[in-house]
């Protein structure tokens, strides 16, 4: 128990959340400034709340406001899912993307695209998550084989086989097929540009339901993380649990992955940094994580505007420049002993 007393959140956290917000606003105003044509101060308040003005860079600005608002809720939930998955697997550098779940939600919606003749955002979804849980299923249960269980190295591994596999069968599907693959590459790089009030709509009621089950969840994992005796010891169910937990980081990176396409590393980053700046106590890293995760992946889609200009460049393929070597850093300071 005393133990559990030690989790208490740092005097600085109102000062850290109090700059994170600071944050949030101005990515959100990046976003809503910047991309193939920049717009000034006046334009952007016409564009906001002058409804009466109409105008192309008024336009311009209210189209910005959903996808901003589209980024803002992908990032929260592939930030809040990675610290779900590092939580209830006990390892640093899980993430759905390095654990192969990205892929076989994309494998499910080629499926979906190639046999079913899914278009929309409705559809994608379904399909995505199913293959997110399948293969999230499947990961664990590979990596759990053999001594020592879930080990970070074991998942890893396991989750980079399983994408390997996975992305052959992409490739098997789409190849024959030049429609499927016109349909699918924009989708498979990763990107909030295509996001409307329909995949708002469609995420909406996933993203709550998964955000209130981490929230709910947040207490548990603090127990969690003391280790499995002591927390069965204070009547955690431990396998109803994890199942619960980790359904919940499913259904918000499945949900988040077929509408946006597989982002990678911001459920890796986002809980990582929120850890480094406030510590382990999961009922400020869960919403933390949301808050980190919307503002690294606002950032990177107003960075891939700005270097693509007058084009863009893919939010997936910014992020994953950036989580990659990042990656391989906190790969490389895992202790021998825990692999």
Not at 73 to 80: E, F, I
Not at 309 to 335: C, D, H, N, Q
């Amino acid at each position: 128990m005393n133990k559990l007393k030690k989790m208490h959140s740092p005097k600085r956290f109102p000062l850290i959340l109090m700059g994170a917000l600071v944050l949030l606003v101005v990515c959100m105003l990046a976003s809503l400034a910047f991309g193939s044509r920049t717009v000034g101060w006046d334009e952007l308040l016409d564009g906001l709340f002058r409804p009466a003005v109409q105008s192309y860079e008024a336009d311009i600005i209210r189209q910005r406001v959903v996808r901003t608002i589209f980024s803002l809720m992908c990032g929260a939930a592939l930030g809040v899912s990675g610290a779900l998955m590092q939580s209830v697997t006990r390892n640093p550098i899980a993430d759905p993307s390095i654990l192969g779940v990205n892929t076989g939600a994309a494998l499910f919606v080629v499926v979906g695209i190639a046999f079913f003749n899914i278009s929309s955002s409705s559809d994608y979804i379904w399909f995505a998550l199913v293959g997110a849980l399948l293969t999230a299923v499947f990961v664990f249960g590979i990596g759990s084989l053999g001594r020592g269980g879930a080990t970070p190295l074991k998942l890893v591994l396991a989750g980079a086989a399983t994408s390997a596999a996975l992305s052959s069968l992409v490739m098997a599907i789409m190849i024959p097929r030049s429609n499927v693959m016109d349909q699918f590459r924009f989708w498979q790089v990763g990107s909030v540009g295509a996001g409307n009030m329909d995949s708002i709509m469609t995420f909406l009621p996933f993203f709550i339901v998964g955000i209130v089950i981490a929230i709910l969840a947040a207490p548990s994992l603090n127990i969690l993380g003391l280790g499995e005796e002591l927390a069965k010891g204070l009547g955690v169910r431990i396998g109803t649990f994890k199942l619960i937990a980790s359904f919940a980081g499913v259904i918000l990176c499945g949900a988040a992955t077929a509408l946006a396409g597989p982002i990678g590393f911001i459920g890796l980053l986002a809980p990582h940094l929120i850890r480094l700046t406030i510590g382990p106590d999961e009922r400020l890293v869960i919403p933390m994580s949301a808050l980190a995760g919307a503002i690294l992946l606002t950032f990177a889609d107003v960075t891939g505007r700005l270097l693509g200009s007058p084009g863009e460049l893919e939010v997936g393929i910014v992020t994953a420049f950036i989580g990659a070597p990042i990656l391989i850093a906190l790969t490389m300071k895992v202790k021998v002993r825990d692999l």
